[in-house]
């Protein structure tokens, strides 16, 4: 069972924040959430769950082309 952060309640999962940022930077810098959680390991909810909260930690960023969420790591830009 994932580990649970005892400020927010929420499950830390098994899946780092860096095996995202590798994931979007393998993929050129840019991924949809359906490649990151193939080259993760993990299902696509998961993988949308888990981008949403690091856009929310100014990690990431996403945007809508066509019926696809692609996402961007910030993480170079800084």
Known sequence: MPDRNEETGQYTGEYSV????????VEDGMAGT??????????HDTA???????EEE???????????????SLESEN
């Open 34 to 43: 359906g490649d990151i959680a193939e080259r993760v390991g993990c299902a």
């Open 48 to 54: 949308y769950k888990r981008l949403q909260s690091m």
């Open 18 to 25: 860096e095996d995202f940022l590798d994931a979007i930077s």
């Open 58 to 72: 100014g990690l990431v960023s996403s945007r809508k082309v066509g019926n696809t969420l692609l996402w961007t």
